[in-house]
Each structure stands twice: as structure tokens, then as C-alpha cells.
């Protein structure tokens, strides 16, 4: 039987808490379970005046939207603004209401500039999460993948485990640094010069198995 909806309930108000809106076995729950992100306060304390000046954005909520970014596959930082403002699920991993304002997209980019651009938080950030991901058990380290080559870890897996952090981290910064240039000129501004300094690669090498 062909059934139509006679009433339109979108503007209805109805009081409803967002917890209860987003699936138990939702993929934001499981990784706010096993990873505890407060770590990442004493990182970035220094990048931060403790006394004066405006209220900052959580940095918590700002490495979190990049973990959104590239777990969900979202192509860049504002389209992930975007898909967070209408989503329950990313605003709840958040820890924002229906009423709170999500960040402005530029907002990360411009912390990045101003704080994190010149040192390796990101990289240590990583580090720490990717370590607890192995205790938890997520991830396995007998093998990994680098630059679409399968490698084989026998020896030290904790080499193949820090070469694949720098190149991301290095990637999602010249993302970022591409995101960043687009706003300025949109905005009459110089687009920032691009950095040739190449960043150092920590390696150790094992002595049984050097490749």
C-alpha cells in the first residue's frame, strides 16, 4: 500500500541528547575508546601563552578533525568542516552539541602556520597513537607498507614504522600548505613562499637485516 508522510516533523523541536544519536558500534566510539587524545595538551602546551590573549580552539578538537579528514577519506580540511557541521557522529568524537559552532576551516590552517608548522608535533602525535593502536592490538607490525612496496619487517619494525610517519606527515603538510595558499588568494592575500628545507629522516638500521 502507498503510504505518504501527512506531517513534517523538521522543524518540530524534540529534546534528545546526542550521545544517544550515534551507533554503539560506530567507528568514532571504538577509536575514543581506545585512544585517550589528552597526551596532546602537554605537546603543545609551549606553542601556547597559558595567561593572555583570545580563547584558542581545543588543539585536541583540531588533531581530531584531521584524524576525521583522513579516516573518513575526506579530500580536504573544508570539505571536512563541512561534513562535520551535519554530521551527529563526528560532532559527538568532538565533543560538540547541536548548538556549537564547528571551527572555520581556515582556523586550523592558521594554528598550523602560527604553531605547529616548524616543529614535529605531528609526527609525535602519530607516534603516540600508533603505539597505542599496537597495544590495543589494531595494528600488526610482522609487515608493512611503504610507498606501495611490501616489506617484509624480520629485523627492526620500528624502522619501516617511522619512515611511513614522515611521509605522511610530510604530505598532509604540503596538502595543508596548498588549502592554505587557495583561501589567501581568494582573499587578495601573497600566497606563503613554499619551504625547500627537507626534512630530516630519523632511521635506525638494523644491523642483521639492513634493507
Excluded: C
Excluded at 529534546?15 to 544517544?20: A, G, Q, T
Excluded at 575526506?74 to 568542516?81: A, P
Excluded at 612496496?149 to 610530510?170: G, S
Amino acid at each position: 500500500m502507498l503510504t505518504k508522510r501527512k506531517e513534517d516533523v523538521r522543524t518540530q523541536v524534540e529534546l534528545v541528547s546526542i550521545e544517544d544519536l550515534v551507533p554503539e558500534d560506530h567507528l568514532v566510539r571504538k577509536i575514543d575508546q581506545a585512544i585517550d587524545f589528552s597526551f596532546i595538551y602537554d605537546l603543545v602546551k609551549d606553542t601556547y601563552s597559558l595567561d593572555n590573549g583570545r580563547p584558542s580552539i581545543d588543539p585536541v578538537v583540531l588533531i581530531k578533525m584531521v584524524f576525521i579528514q583522513y579516516i573518513f577519506g575526506i579530500r580536504s580540511m573544508r570539505q571536512t568542516i563541512k561534513e562535520i557541521e551535519t554530521n551527529v557522529a563526528y560532532r559527538w568524537f568532538l565533543g560538540y552539541n547541536f548548538q556549537d559552532k564547528i571551527p572555520h576551516f581556515t582556523t586550523f590552517g592558521k594554528n598550523y602556520v602560527r604553531r605547529f608548522k616548524d616543529t614535529d608535533i605531528f609526527e609525535q602525535i602519530f607516534y603516540r597513537i600508533l603505539k597505542e593502536a599496537m597495544k590495543k592490538g589494531f595494528v600488526d607490525p610482522s609487515v608493512a607498507f611503504i610507498d606501495s612496496t611490501h616489506v617484509k619487517a624480520n629485523a627492526n619494525k620500528k624502522k619501516y614504522i617511522k619512515k611511513t610517519a614522515r611521509v605522511e606527515t610530510r604530505s598532509y603538510q604540503e596538502q595543508l600548505e596548498k588549502e592554505i595558499n587557495v583561501d589567501r588568494e581568494a582573499h587578495g592575500k601573497k600566497q606563503l613562499p613554499p619551504q625547500d628545507k627537507e626534512e630530516e629522516k630519523e632511521i635506525k638500521e638494523s644491523k642483521t637485516d639492513p634493507e
